[in-house]
T-cell receptor
Framework: DTAVSQTPKYLVTQMGNDKSIKCEQN?????MYWYKQDSKKFLKIMFS???????INETVPNRFSPKSPDKAHLNLHINSLELGDSAVYFC??????????FGNGTRLTVT | QKEVEQNSGPLSVPEGAIASLNCTYS??????FFWYRQYSGKSPELIMS????GDKEDGRFTAQLNKASQYVSLLIRDSQPSDSATYLC?????????????FGQGTTLQVKP
């Protein structure tokens, strides 16, 4: 199946831990993104990579670090997790100026 | 002022009626406009895109864009209970080609049988 896939789907962890979310797309898109959706359903961009190059870096704490080993993968590593990091994180991909295709989301719960 | 604004709702319409969802945006340079539908616990899925002023129809959906008024809307004709979801308006920020989509907070639509 052609898709944007991210793992894990659910992630429950304690404050202070470090965790990673992985994302892969096989749509042949050049650009990949991480979005965060909070409890009020507000979807906000965090990062964007185009051909492994960081092109969008919103005001996100330094504890969040994206890594793109190739243009089909964009992972998100989060250090020293805090309660406020609890949210659903969506990976997405697109061609230039085209609509986003979203992954199924990772629901992160920090306790 | 938020960059993309929507009424959070819920908007409740009876089955078979027309649902009208509205969105305003602040960046006059925006060029691309999208409507996404998001069912509870699922990811957003694209249902309409519109790039020029006027109406664009696709089945029961019609997107309307008025750049002068910085306004984009989505009409859903013959609403069905399966249309009940949150509808997210998204605007490509400015005229750049970075693909940075700014989303509104979404409007929750409830279609009652």
């Amino acid at each position: 199946d052609t898709a944007v896939s991210q793992t894990p789907k659910y992630l429950v962890t304690q404050m202070g831990n470090d965790k990673s979310i992985k994302c892969e797309q096989n749509l042949g898109h050049d650009t990949m993104y991480w979005y965060k959706q909070d409890s009020k359903k507000f979807l906000k961009i965090m990062f964007s990579y185009n051909n492994k190059e960081l092109i969008i870096n919103e005001t996100v704490p330094n504890r969040f670090s994206p890594k793109s080993p190739d243009k089909a993968h964009l992972n998100l590593h989060i250090n020293s997790l805090e309660l406020g990091d609890s949210a659903v994180y969506f990976c997405a991909s697109s061609r230039q100026n085209s609509p986003l295709h979203f992954g199924n989301g990772t629901r992160l719960t920090v306790t | 002022q938020k960059e993309v604004e929507q009424n959070s709702g819920p908007l409740s319409v009876p089955e078979g009626a027309i649902a009208s969802l509205n969105c305003t945006y602040s960046d006059r340079g925006s060029q691309s406009f999208f409507w996404y539908r998001q069912y509870s616990g699922k990811s957003p899925e694209l249902i309409m895109s519109i790039y020029s002023n006027g109406d664009k129809e696709d089945g029961r959906f019609t997107a309307q864009l008025n750049k002068a008024s910085q306004y984009v809307s989505l009409l859903i004709r013959d609403s069905q209970p399966s249309d009940s979801a949150t509808y997210l308006c998204a605007v490509n920020h400015g005229s750049s080609n970075t693909g940075k989509l700014i989303f509104g907070q979404g409007t929750t639509l409830q279609v009652k049988p």
